[in-house]
């Protein structure tokens, strides 16, 4: 789990502890690409409601996605 943490950090996307609500997907993918986090939590709440996997997204992200202080374990 740490590589795919550590892919994700290297990539940009990391949980922010500002601004944060539930678990900081949104803030954080906010950050990576450049939008508000107000909007992507509304296209996330709109995307819950039609038939579909957005939470499962979610967690999937949340569970991935290291927060902003992670620091990568060393290598031996």
């Known amino acids: 789990m740490d590589a795919i943490r550590a892919g994700f950090a290297r ?7 500002a601004g944060r609500w539930v678990a900081g997907v949104c803030a954080g ?12 939590r509304v296209i996330l709440v709109a995307l819950t409601v039609l038939p579909g996997s957005a939470l499962l997204v979610y967690a999937a992200l949340w569970l991935c996605m290291p927060d902003s202080s ?3 374990p060393a290598r031996r």
């Open 70 to 72: 992670w620091v990568p």
């Open 29 to 40: 993918v906010g950050e990576r690409i450049g939008a508000p986090a107000w909007l992507l």
């Open 11 to 17: 990539a940009g996307l990391v949980r922010p502890f």
